[in-house]
T-cell receptor, first 113, second 114 residues
């Protein structure tokens, strides 16, 4: 069964606007971590933000925030004030009690000037 | 910059030849991982290591072996490369093995098997 689902293959956003990237997950472990990574066209994987299953508050890192809805098993990434440099592929990932990260298929974001 | 390098960065090889990819870290982290990235699949774990000489299989380990004789180096070997192993390979490191620990990735190796 798919552990991480990203339903938006591609999105367009106007510069300076906010964009929300959807991520739903499936786990029966009480302890897990949720991560978002950015992959620009140059190919590297850049860590953006982390949310723990026991965290009471939504995580924020600069212009990135994670909208964590535990009951709905949802961990959406919000990018505020989009910049041209935000154009990239974005991956949601989950880590349970084993070692590996389970990744979604990714969402491509294109920021328009 | 998490202090991870991968070599080579690009490689083209022929079916049936052995290939070794190297991951080197300068952070002295205990945990190292090899993933492959294919369109529509995100990244999938091949093998991981939780210490020198301590390795285990991931979800797509068939056709791959690994070795870790030093903390800083984690080698991925394709004993006899096949076209289905054409992919981008990423190494990752983390300090711990818990669900709260972030994995940081190397720059990737693009492998083409003809």
């Amino acid at each position: 069964a798919q552990k991480i689902t990203q339903t938006q293959p591609g999105m367009f956003v106007q510069e300076k606007e906010a964009v929300t990237l959807d991520c739903t997950y499936d786990t029966s472990d009480p302890s897990y971590g949720l991560f978002w990574y950015k992959q620009p066209s140059s190919g590297e994987m850049i860590f953006l933000i982390y949310q723990g299953s026991y965290d009471q508050q939504n995580a924020t890192e600069g212009r990135y925030s994670l909208n964590f809805q535990k009951a709905r098993k949802s961990a959406n990434l919000v990018i505020s004030a989009s910049q041209l440099g935000d154009s990239a592929m974005y991956f949601c990932a989950m880590r349970e009690t084993d070692y590996k990260l389970s990744f979604g298929a990714g969402t491509t974001v294109t920021v328009r000037a | 910059d998490a202090g991870i390098t991968q070599s080579p960065r690009h490689k083209v090889t022929e079916t049936g030849t052995p290939v070794t990819l190297r991951c080197h870290q300068t952070e002295n982290h205990r945990y190292m991982y090899w993933y492959r990235q294919d369109p529509g699949h995100g990244l999938r774990l091949i093998h991981y290591s939780y210490g020198v000489k301590d390795t285990d299989k991931g979800e797509v380990s068939d056709g791959y072996s690994v070795s870790r004789s030093k903390t800083e180096d984690f080698l991925l070997t394709l004993e006899s490369a096949t076209s289905s192993q054409t992919s981008v390979y990423f190494c990752a490191i983390s300090r711990a093995g818990s669900s709260t620990d972030t994995q940081y990735f190397g720059p990737g190796t693009r492998l083409t098997v003809l």
